[in-house]
């Protein structure tokens, strides 16, 4: 049965990402149970909103001014991140307990980019820009095409979701309009992640190894029924407000309760 809109599916999203972030910020006052509980919901998230970007990608009019957000947002989040985490050194102290406990993922790489779903979504929503660019246009306009791509495919290393991310979004991209071909492309890539991590003897339900669960993020984009929802403008910057929000307070309270 279609019974989700857009704007429903991104809550959904929003519920399983916030405990699936709690888990991973209130880890050492959780049990193993508990935890890998709350990370398995979170499995579903990434899925639903790369489906959700590909909509957006062929539902807005100003595929470059969608794109630009993202980017805006993106690097918005990086500086934030590098902000608050620079003050709660400053005026906590660079946590020995707070960084053992495996939360320097928050503050690896670029300040942000472990745990900025805009960068990734960004990096693809770029990437569909030129797919879509290079099949409208001759031959000798292509390399411009190429050098803007390669670079981008190489941020894959490094962002949110990875390949994978990429492959799941291509296949929702390409077979856009027709839905068993969609799902049978994403349910493929999920398949072969999860026999790659297999392949490198990792367990199944921990760490990387679980990312095989995005596969029940099936069922919810099967209920989408095409409709986008609310067209206010607080529908359409909740994401963009809510997502840095969450993660800066769950943050600080880590740090605060770590320095007490």
Known sequence: MKKFNAFQLKIIAVVLMVVDHVAEFAQPALSETAYYAMRYAGRLVFPIFLFLLVESF????HQGRYVQRLWIWALGMMAGSYAL??????LLGRTDAFYAQG??????LFYGVGNNIFLSLACIATVLVCVTAWKNTQSKSRWRIFCT?????VAFFVVEGRY???YMALAFFIWH????RQYFAFACVVAITALIHVGLGENMFVADGYNWMMVFALPLIMMYNGERGPH????????YIFYPAHLW?????ARVALWR
Do not use: Q
Not at 149 to 153: D, I, M
Not at 233 to 239: E, G, V
């Open 58 to 61: 062929f539902n807005t009019s």
């Open 85 to 90: 985490i620079r003050l709660c050194d400053s």
């Open 103 to 108: 939360y320097v993922e928050f503050d690896r």
């Open 149 to 153: 791509l390669a670079p981008l495919l």
């Open 164 to 166: 994978p991310g990429l």
């Open 177 to 180: 309009g027709k839905p068993v």
């Open 232 to 239: 206010t403008k607080s529908a359409k910057y909740f994401f």
């Open 249 to 253: 307070i769950l943050y600080i309270i």
